[in-house]
């Protein structure tokens, strides 16, 4: 079992910053992917960023140049940077692990099969 724990996210004003983090625990492999969801109300979930199993980050068009997402082998976290904040990236945020992703680039929430609880994030104009 893999248990997924995020940290971080509040409230931001447009054009700041907030770091998001994912802690991994559990029964994992080394060449497991990881990756940033996020859901606003009445809308899909949608990709931000992953990470696959050899390391390779990859991200969502509407996040390109703003966000970064960096992963600690060592703790066994991702951490979600957060800059240029825009009202329109509010919702919920939400890490998640896929066991044996090698170097898949996932873009879409189904092939992964652990999830954490998800947190808020609020940006105001």
């Known amino acids: 079992q893999v248990h997924l724990a995020e940290s971080g996210g509040g409230l931001a004003q447009a054009g700041g910053s907030l770091r998001l983090s994912c802690t991994v625990s559990g029964s994992t492999t080394d060449s497991y992917g990881m990756a940033w969801f996020r859901q606003a109300p009445g809308k899909d979930r949608e990709i931000v960023g992953g990470i696959t199993g050899f390391g390779d980050a990859y991200y969502g068009d509407p996040v390109i140049g703003r966000f970064a997402i960096f992963r600690d082998t060592t703790t066994d976290t991702v951490d979600l940077v957060m800059n240029s904040l825009k009202p329109e990236d509010t919702a919920v945020y939400y890490c998640?692990?896929?066991?044996?992703?090698?170097?898949?680039?996932?873009?879409?929430?189904?092939?992964?099969?652990?999830w954490g609880q998800g947190i808020q994030v609020t940006v105001s104009s």
């Open positions: 998640a692990v896929r066991l044996g992703a090698y170097g898949l680039a996932l873009i879409t929430p189904e092939p992964f099969q652990y």
